[in-house]
């Protein structure tokens, strides 16, 4: 079938075409349908599919992630009691308010065994945290570096929590060293023992 055939093809008179060009029309109008429904239906379709499996993917993920969770249920609960267990062990080594004094007496009696003498000692105001209370305590102690390192260690050595901080280290006209640090101790606030704000009246 050439070209010329197709030109003589009457497109009001299509059922005496010839076979070759009524397959050919057929065709064409079969890969029109087809594009069509591609179009306007079959490619939103897949793009739902192709969401619902990346959907599906992170369900199974997350399935598998739960699955393993509830497999160690029981180990996660045992961590919960030993994270309780060593919250409760630092809770102790946190002094409450009457031990305090006697923490402070620790950390004097500490410094002057180092052989250090003592030019300011003082302890700042309390600074409230969401459950302890920090104590700040300005320290300026004489010495030499033997001596700053046995009352750094000998502090630290406490059975309270102590941190140190804001360490400087100068030397004086006469040539003794000043060590100049802020020593931090920390307290407990007991929930149960916290004032309660009394609600203003409206």
């Known amino acids: 079938m050439n070209l010329s055939a197709i030109n003589e093809l009457d497109f009001d008179d299509i059922g005496n075409w010839p076979v070759v060009a009524k397959a050919v029309g057929i065709t064409l109008i079969c890969i029109a349908i087809l594009g069509a429904g591609y179009w306007f239906d079959t490619k939103d379709q897949l793009a739902t599919l192709e969401r619902a499996e990346k959907q599906e993917n992170k369900l199974k993920a997350k399935f598998k992630s739960n699955a393993k969770k509830a497999a160690n249920i029981e180990l996660y609960k045992q961590q919960m009691i030993d994270m309780e267990q060593s919250f409760g062990s630092m809770l102790k080594q946190l002094p409450s308010k009457t031990e305090v004094a006697e923490l402070l007496v ?97």
């Not at 003498?117 to 010495?143: C, H, N, Q, T």
């Not at 406490?158 to 360490?167: A, G, K, S």
């Not at 606030?189 to 203003?200: L, V």
């Open 106 to 202: 620790d950390i004097s009696q500490t410094g002057l065994a180092s052989g250090l003498e003592f030019e300011l000692f003082k302890v700042d105001k309390e600074i409230r945290r969401d459950f302890y209370a920090e104590l700040p305590i300005r320290i300026r102690v004489a010495g030499d570096y033997h001596e700053f390192g046995n009352f750094i260690s000998g502090v630290a050595a406490l059975p309270r929590i102590v941190t140190l901080h804001n360490f400087s280290i100068s030397r004086k006209k006469n040539k003794q060293l000043v060590m100049n640090i802020t020593a931090k101790t920390y307290r407990y606030i007991d929930e149960a023992k916290k004032p309660k704000r009394k609600k203003k009246r409206r």
